[in-house]
């Protein structure tokens, strides 16, 4: 078996990276951003020509939370279209059958009813403050169906949720909230501050599964067999959530983390910065059913991120 798995460096194609391994595949096809361009179409092209994968896991995009979608929402649109119309439509035309993209929950509308279901794709108005980002996934999934329709492709797609663990971005701009959480909670213990700011009131609820989970849920999606696919993903729904199955509040979340990390300080939180979506809970209930469920506890989770975070703090602390 020879895949090809965009987006190693990151952390779910890393997840993904260390279960492939561990299955022995024979061959993992990887290259970085500074060796293959997933934005330059040519270079994309020559590269599926020349190596030929037996299939491809789309786990390469630009990512991140609220403030870096709200400050860059051209660059989160634009990159990751061409991300997607290029690994997928060259795929195809390399004659790769086998092909799984991951997606994300804002794909789904703000004011969705909860757990959000796979039906409730384009049901209604999308999050504004990551629009530009979950309409280019939705066009991805789209994509993924079409050439299925059109061509007889088996490229299916998971919709996480939240997801945190190693190899997660820190970035105090650019990360999302977990691990900002974490970063900003531990330089706080190790500066003496008295409290820590949070952004929005601390409200809103999401729901956090850990990458090595996904990892796994993206790899048994991946080995269904056709028939079961196909009847679980009738009427096009072609997407496949996966979520950890309960929600939390952004509070107790940083009341969780602020316990984790042994910071003594005060949490406030600043209500003139945005929520974002009211509650994100996914309706997993179709990979229940197909026989996969999240395992890693979110305390258990949180514990060994910091765990890993301050093994790997040298590399943060420029950034």
Request: proline content about 4%; some cysteine; hydrophobic content about 40%.
């Amino acid at each position: 078996m020879k895949i090809f798995l965009a987006g190693h460096r990151g952390m779910v194609g890393g997840a993904i990276f260390r279960k492939l391994e561990a299955r022995g595949i024979d061959e993992i096809i990887t290259r970085t951003s500074s060796e293959l361009d997933l934005c330059d179409q040519a270079a994309v092209r020559e590269f599926m020509q020349s190596e030929k994968p037996d299939a491809v896991v789309l786990a390469a995009a630009r990512v991140g939370g609220i403030m870096a979608n709200n400050t860059y929402p051209a660059d989160f649109i634009y990159d990751n279209l061409l991300i997607q119309t290029n690994v997928i439509g060259q795929a195809h035309a390399a004659g790769v059958q086998k092909l799984l993209f991951l997606g994300s929950s804002c794909i789904y509308p703000r004011d969705v009813e909860q757990p959000m279901a796979e039906s409730a794709l384009l049901t209604g108005v999308l999050e504004p403050t990551n629009e530009p980002y979950a309409i280019a996934k939705i066009a991805g999934i789209k994509l993924c169906e079409s050439f299925n329709r059109q061509h007889g492709r088996d490229y299916r797609s998971v919709m996480p949720t939240n997801l945190y663990g190693p190899g997660d971005n820190f970035h105090p701009e650019k990360s999302h909230v977990l691990p900002a959480m974490i970063r900003r909670f531990h330089e706080a213990k190790l500066s003496g501050l008295k409290s820590v700011v949070i952004w929005g009131t601390g409200k809103p609820l999401r729901e956090f599964l850990h990458v090595d989970d996904m990892a796994e849920a993206s790899l048994f999606v991946m080995d269904l067999p056709n028939d079961i696919y196909e009847r679980e993903t009738k009427e096009m729904l072609s997407h496949i959530n996966v979520g950890y199955g309960t929600d939390i509040s952004i509070r107790e979340l940083a009341e969780l983390v602020r316990e984790v990390v042994g910071f003594e300080g005060d949490i406030e939180f600043d209500d003139s910065k945005p929520d974002g979506t009211p509650r994100k809970l996914m309706n997993s209930e179709r990979l229940h059913r197909l026989g996969w469920k999240a395992s890693t506890a979110l305390r258990e989770g949180i514990e060994s991120t910091y765990s890993w975070y301050q093994d790997h703090i040298d590399d943060f602390r420029s950034k």
